[in-house]
């Protein structure tokens, strides 16, 4: 028999939270607001029923990081008076670990099968498609990263690789049989060496319950209650497993928030969670709604923006915090002056006496960022990027500058190799040899120019550099040494190598006056287009960025000013201490989606236009309009204090171009002047 409670759960919950966590046995459904206490409700619904006497061996607790289950597991311990070592706890691909040990030997892996990590398994992946390319005439694949994550959606939205290619990859539909029966060798070679990638831990977990009856009657009798994180982030495998886990009993309690439903473009699936009541009859629901992060004001803002979307359990967030000042909009003329509003919010902020890292400015893209990084750099306000690379820092944007610091410098020994790298069947060595070669080549041919020069003869074409450089004396262009070189490259870069040697030849022999803007875009449109699709699977995402990039080129005169500034940019670490504050502290940058989780006292939304927040690909349907909106609140619920959203009137475009009028994001509407205070720069 259990003993009395020791904890007073009327006195430590809410009575929404209370309710959830007492609830009967049987399937339930807890819609947990944004700040509501989530994790609080969770850790307490274990603990109550290890006090009503369920074993902690019947317990399955599910979260999305190990760091959540391990804070979940510890907050458990310290309430009740219990040994919880027997407790299940842990990610969805933990606990496809733990079972497929103790079963391995049912799916044809022994018990000491390894798991590899990205890293192994990708180099694994690599072997796999070199040797698939060296069988005559196979035709080129995509670089093993983007095969891998092709393979990991589709595996994880239960659909096949043609499927998703038709919908998510056109441009890679003619390889989808490629694709297939190089699966298929990846998966043998998986097994001839004992081993499972990441998603193994998911998808044999999957083959198990379905296969083996014993081992489902035996998991099913044994976790009597599962209790899952995050339930909104699931996707179809993950729902699919936990439906048969919880068969037996449906003691099943899906903790969430639907609203905060924001990754289905990594295969979480909305209506595991819209669905959950259908598919479990007799579902209890509870609707937790008090919050305890943000003041009313900011709430209030929040309410209103998710309040138009259709496919979505009714809340409304109530505060607990004291009223504070009303959002603001910004109405900015462009992208600079909004860049400067925020970098002026935020100095005043800090001399008010807030710490830098409780300030965070969020943003859609990592491209809305690129004149605000600029501005920050500028002003010397130290910075980091949460979701990732500075603007400058990215793959692709060193991938596009290596062809202008290539046409500028000719001897630049890291921006050749980089271009010679991206070609087909050119690696480390590879590069080494050929840049040994072309350096060879070219100042072969600037020591016969200059000679030719000095006695008098006609010389060869000089490299203008673009950009009103003047031509330097006696330099040949890169363009042509690259031309003749192109029997030198390995048999499948030959291709590429005449690709590239003509590109830079169309950069060096345009008019001297190409702005840098147009020779950015003119290596854009030259094939890197088609290198971004081969080569990422947020491709579209990087594109934006090149296009941005070439907007940002378009004040620059000159090629040399261009990259010297881009270096900087790259570079500098600001050093302002800003009246003594700790050290190392940094203003938070972040695209929303790497922003939820988290929140900060003070918070900006920037670039809330139409087609930029929601971006235009998304707001083409419903669905993607509505996910949208919930990443929109997501962004509204990360501010406790303060709340400021702005968004610019033009965006300024190269190429002398008129710039291009911006309409404010849809998701502004429904904040009237009872809910925000606006203001305007326009100067």
Not at 478 to 489: D, I, K, R, Y
Not at 577 to 601: C, M, N, P
Not at 639 to 658: C, D, F, I, M, Q
Request: glycine fraction near 8%; include cysteine.
């Amino acid at each position: 028999m259990p003993g009395p409670p020791q904890i007073d759960y009327a006195q430590e919950l809410n009575p929404r939270q209370l309710a959830a966590v007492t609830a009967l046995p049987g399937p339930a459904l807890v819609i947990a607001g944004a700040g509501s206490g989530k994790t609080r409700t969770l850790v307490y619904r274990v603990a109550y029923l290890l006090e009503q006497g369920i074993p902690p061996e019947h317990i399955l607790l599910l979260t999305f990081t190990n760091k959540a289950a391990r804070e979940m597991m510890r907050r458990v311990a310290d309430r009740v008076a219990q040994e919880t070592g027997a407790l299940w706890g842990g990610t969805f691909h933990a606990i496809g670990n733990r079972i497929l040990r103790r079963h391995a030997a049912l799916l044809g892996y022994a018990e000491g099968f390894t798991v590899l990590d990205r890293d192994d398994a990708l180099e694994l992946l690599r072997a796999c498609r070199a040797d698939w390319l060296a069988q005559p005439g196979a035709a080129e694949l995509p670089k093993a990263e983007v095969i891998a994550e092709i393979w990991s959606l589709a595996q994880n939205t239960r659909q096949s690789v043609a499927a998703l290619l038709e919908v998510g990859y056109p441009h890679l539909k003619a390889s989808a049989s490629a694709l297939l029966e190089l699966q298929q060798r990846y998966t043998a070679r998986k097994r001839a060496q004992a081993v499972m990638d990441f998603d193994d831990l998911l998808v044999q977990w999957r083959v198990l319950l379905e296969d083996q009856p014993a081992v489902r009657d035996l998991y099913q009798r044994r976790f009597q209650f599962i209790l899952v994180d995050e339930y909104q982030d699931t996707n179809r495998l993950q729902n699919d497993i936990l439906e048969l886990m919880a068969a037996r009993h449906h003691g099943i309690m899906a903790v969430g928030d639907d609203a905060q439903s924001i990754y289905s473009w990594r295969g979480a699936d909305l209506q595991n969670i819209l669905q959950f009541p259908a598919r479990h009859p007799g579902t209890q629901v509870f609707t937790i709604e008090t919050n305890y992060r943000s003041t009313p004001e900011i709430l209030a803002v929040a309410n209103a923006v998710i309040a138009p979307n259709l496919q979505q359990y009714p809340k409304v967030l109530t505060p607990v915090q004291a009223g504070g000042a009303k959002p603001r909009v910004a109405v900015c003329g462009d992208g600079r002056l909004q860049a400067a509003y925020v970098a002026h919010h935020v100095v005043r902020l800090v001399e008010e006496g807030l710490a830098l890292e409780e300030i965070a400015v969020l943003y859609r893209s990592h491209f809305h960022a690129l004149e605000l990084q600029m501005e920050l750099t500028r002003r010397q306000i130290p910075f980091h990027i949460t979701s990732g690379l500075r603007f400058f820092e990215q793959a692709h944007i060193k991938d596009l500058t290596a062809y202008l610091r290539l046409v500028h410098n000719p001897l630049d020994e890291l921006a050749f190799k980089r271009l010679a790298r991206m070609l087909p069947g050119v690696g480390a060595k590879a590069a080494e040899r050929l840049w040994g070669g072309f350096q060879a080549a070219w100042l072969e041919a600037r020591r016969t120019s200059v000679a030719a020069m000095a006695a008098g003869a006609p010389a060869a074409p000089a490299s203008s550099g673009g950009s009103g450089a003047p031509p330097e004396a006696g330099r040949p262009p890169v363009g042509s040494v690259l031309q003749g070189l192109v029997s030198t490259a390995p048999a499948r870069a030959r291709a590429g190598w005449g690709q590239l040697a003509s590109t830079l030849e169309q950069l060096e022999t345009s008019d001297p006056r190409l702005s840098v803007a147009a020779m950015l875009a003119l290596v854009l449109e030259a094939g890197y287009e088609e290198y971004l699709e081969a080569n990422y699977t947020n491709y579209r995402h990087r594109r934006e960025d090149l296009e941005q990039l070439v907007v940002a080129a378009g004040p620059f005169s000159s090629l040399a000013e261009f990259l010297t500034q881009l270096a900087l940019l790259s570079n500098v670490e600001a050093e302002h201490d800003y009246g003594g504050r700790e050290e190392g502290g940094r203003l938070h940058l972040s695209t929303v989606h790497q922003a939820k989780g988290l929140e900060f006292a003070v918070v900006f939304v920037i670039m809330l236009c139409d087609s930029m927040f929601p971006s235009h690909r998304a707001a083409q349907t419903r669905e993607g309009e509505e996910e949208e909106r919930r990443l929109f609140y997501v962004a509204v619920t990360r501010a406790k204090n303060e709340l400021y959203l702005s968004y610019p009137l033009v965006r300024v475009v190269a190429g002398g171009e008129a710039p291009w009028d911006l309409r404010p994001s849809r998701f502004l509407a429904p904040l009237g002047p009872e809910l925000v205070e606006r203001e305007e720069l326009v100067y």
